[in-house]
């Protein structure tokens, strides 16, 4: 069964939450809500990596993240650290983090890989050709599914390399990073191949820009579509999604998440009823 990763934002400038996950307390609340409504992960992340944001020093970056990491992980949470810098990823595991989600697959940091592997935490390792700052400058493909399949396998040499073995690897195609519209539908399009390479499969289509420019018909007007249409959206790419293969979906909304990867399920004739939220 495809797992849900819940999203904790600690930024002030996610256009996602507005923001207002900032102040530590509210940013565990958040994730333990999340858990309620049935996340078996939690993403902590201290740095937006929306188009055109600016990167952050990894010690304001620490200072976000590390005591959300700390008490979701002691409310029992299986949390995962959303960065880009080693400094970080080490930081967050030593605070309870299990799992290491680099969305530029240890391009970023050429020292993410090796500290990762001294903690021994499983890593998430996306598709990405550079900052968000000036990402789609690079978003020329030949053919965009082959491409990525073959950066990824580079990234998962590079990983073997450093110490992490294939089967600590979870590979994430990188919807919305390098890749504009369309390129991200035919991504998607290839979700089976990047299932068939053989590791693990993230996928995280929440609330993209590529999703509301799809629903507004015109890619100018993509900022008007809200929220509600943005989560409505990305339920039905994280079902489609889990019946591609996928591992795990990264979502904002996890209750209308798993209420549609429910009745995916009950379509497919493996569970007739939804499982209750659960509250651990
Ligand atoms: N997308 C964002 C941030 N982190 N991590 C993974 N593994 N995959 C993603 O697609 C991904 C990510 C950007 O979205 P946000 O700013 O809404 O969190």
Not at 181 to 189: C, D, S, V
């Amino acid at each position: 069964m495809t797992l849900v990763m819940g999203i904790v934002n600690v930024t002030p400038d996610s256009f996602s939450d507005g923001g207002r996950y900032l102040d530590a307390e509210a940013a565990v609340a958040h994730g333990l809500a999340l858990r309620v409504q049935g996340a078996d992960i939690l993403d902590v992340g201290g740095e937006s990596t929306r188009p055109g944001s600016e990167r952050v020093a990894p010690a304001v970056e620490q200072e976000r993240v590390v005591p959300v990491v700390r008490a979701l992980a002691q409310a029992g949470a299986y949390v995962s650290i959303d960065t880009m810098n080693a400094s970080t990823a080490v930081a967050a595991v030593d605070a309870g983090a299990r799992l290491v989600n680099d969305v530029s697959g240890g391009l970023a940091d050429p020292e993410l890989l090796a500290a990762v592997a001294a903690t021994g935490a499983d890593v998430v390792l996306g598709h990405w050709r550079g900052p968000s700052a000036d990402m789609y400058a690079r978003a020329a493909y030949a053919d965009v599914v082959t491409d990525v399949l073959a950066e990824l396998a580079e990234r998962v040499e590079a990983a073997a390399a450093a110490g992490i073995a294939p089967s600590r690897v979870i590979l994430d195609p990188g919807i919305g990073f390098g890749k504009k519209g369309e390129q991200n539908w035919a991504t998607l399009r290839g979700t089976a191949r990047l299932v068939g390479m053989g590791p693990r499969v993230l996928v995280g289509t929440s609330r993209k820009r590529f999703l509301a420019e799809t629903l507004a018909g015109d890619p100018d007007a993509q900022a008007d579509v809200g929220e509600r249409r943005r989560d409505l959206a990305t339920a039905v790419t994280s079902v489609l999604a889990a019946q591609a293969g996928a591992w795990a979906v990264r979502v904002h909304d996890v209750a209308a998440t798993r209420d549609a990867l429910a009745v995916a399920r009950a379509w497919e004739g493996e569970s007739r009823w939804a499982s209750p939220t659960r509250s651990r």
